[in-house]
T-cell receptor, first 116, second 114 residues
């Protein structure tokens, strides 16, 4: 299994441009998440999904959109990029059926985005 | 969400044990204690979790206080590869409306000296 894959690894955007960060998992996980991590800080939840067709906002959703048309894919859309969106973006997935409270999240390698 | 408090940084020598503390005085009865670590330039990875009893796995041990208001992650013999940011996270029961969401703090930066 490849686990959680993210593309691209790096991207530089100009202010006002748009882009989509791709995330795919091959573990048949129902739960998927998008986080951002600013330098020296912990991760903040942007959006999450509990299954195909179901998404909800996390802690910092402004400036982003998501969709979940399949179990495997959970793309994150940035509209009108701003310098404040310069960050490292991590996608993660988790099974909703795990005994003993584990429900561990598996993270992708991240996308480093710079907006100038 | 219940919060955790961790030291900003800790140092250890290679081959020595490391005890990483975490305070969570507002923990609820159904919160699980999770530990993740983030190696440089990588996404976080799961280390261990527990509810009430101490736990061991191949990576580490988790010691949970009897009142559950604190816990300690124990690395029995630190290696250079253990240098990372360690996050102590309280995760609500995923069977409710939390959907397994994790709230990351700033974590503890562990430096391991050769």
């Amino acid at each position: 299994n490849a686990g959680v894959t993210q593309t691209p690894k790096f991207r530089i955007l100009k202010i006002g441009q748009s882009m989509t960060l791709q995330c795919t998992q091959d573990m048949n996980h129902n739960y998927m998440y998008w986080y951002r991590q600013d330098p020296g800080m912990g991760l903040k939840l942007i959006y999450y999904s509990v299954g195909a067709g179901i998404t909800d906002k996390g802690e910092v959703p402004n400036g982003y959109n998501v969709s979940r048309s399949t179990t495997e894919d959970f793309p994150l859309r940035l509209e009108l990029a701003a310098p404040s969106q310069t960050s490292v973006y991590f996608c993660a997935s988790s099974s909703h059926q795990r005994a003993g409270g584990r429900y561990e999240q598996y993270f992708g390698p991240g996308t480093r985005l710079t907006v100038t | 969400d219940a919060k955790t408090t961790q030291p900003n940084s800790m140092e250890s020598n290679e081959e020595e044990p490391v005890h990483l503390p975490c305070n969570h005085s507002t923990i609820s009865g159904t919160d699980y204690i999770h530990w993740y670590r983030q190696l440089p330039s990588q996404g976080p990875e799961y280390v261990i979790h527990g509810l009430t009893s101490n736990v061991n796995n191949r990576m580490a041990s988790l010691a949970i206080a009897e009142d559950r208001k604190s816990s300690t992650l124990i690395l029995h013999r630190a290696t250079l590869r253990d240098a990372a940011v360690y996050y102590c996270i309280l995760r609500a029961n995923a069977g409710g409306t939390s959907y397994g969401k994790l709230t990351f703090g700033q974590g503890t930066i562990l430096t391991v000296h050769p």
